[in-house]
């Protein structure tokens, strides 16, 4: 009511007691916990840049919405046990063995993650 979250049955409650909501309906209001798993968020999941609410994202440090957290390399899920980051680009932990063995180094992979990382910074024309 007016921007404040209430459980249904003491809001139901007041109805059935008063015969109608007015603005003196202050008791029984939902935690603020509780509230803030229905209201939005400021937090912006890193991959793609959007709202990333309580429900459906995955954190790691930063906010990630659960289909954003994939593996760069492969495009495979991956999940907070599952997965390494370098230079903060995710990785499979499989992925990124296997870049490894292929150059003996991950130096590669830094250089392509700065990449990266420079052409998400600059702005399209």
Request: hydrophobic share 30%; aromatic share 12%.
């Amino acid at each position: 009511m007016e921007g404040v979250l209430y459980c249904k049955l003491h809001f139901e409650q007041h109805f059935k007691e008063t015969g109608n909501f007015n603005k003196n309906f202050q008791s029984h209001k939902i935690t603020s916990k509780a509230a803030s798993m229905f209201s939005g968020t400021r937090e912006k999941c890193h991959a793609c840049g959007k709202t990333a609410y309580p429900l459906e994202k995955v954190m790691v440090g930063q906010s990630y919405h659960k289909s954003c957290f994939k593996c760069s390399h492969g495009g495979c899920p991956i999940s907070p046990s599952n997965y390494a980051a370098l230079e903060g680009i995710l990785y499979c932990k499989h992925h990124f063995s296997q870049l490894f063995k292929e150059k003996g180094s991950y130096n590669h992979l830094i250089k392509s993650a700065s990449i990266k990382r420079a052409a998400a910074s600059v702005p399209e024309a």
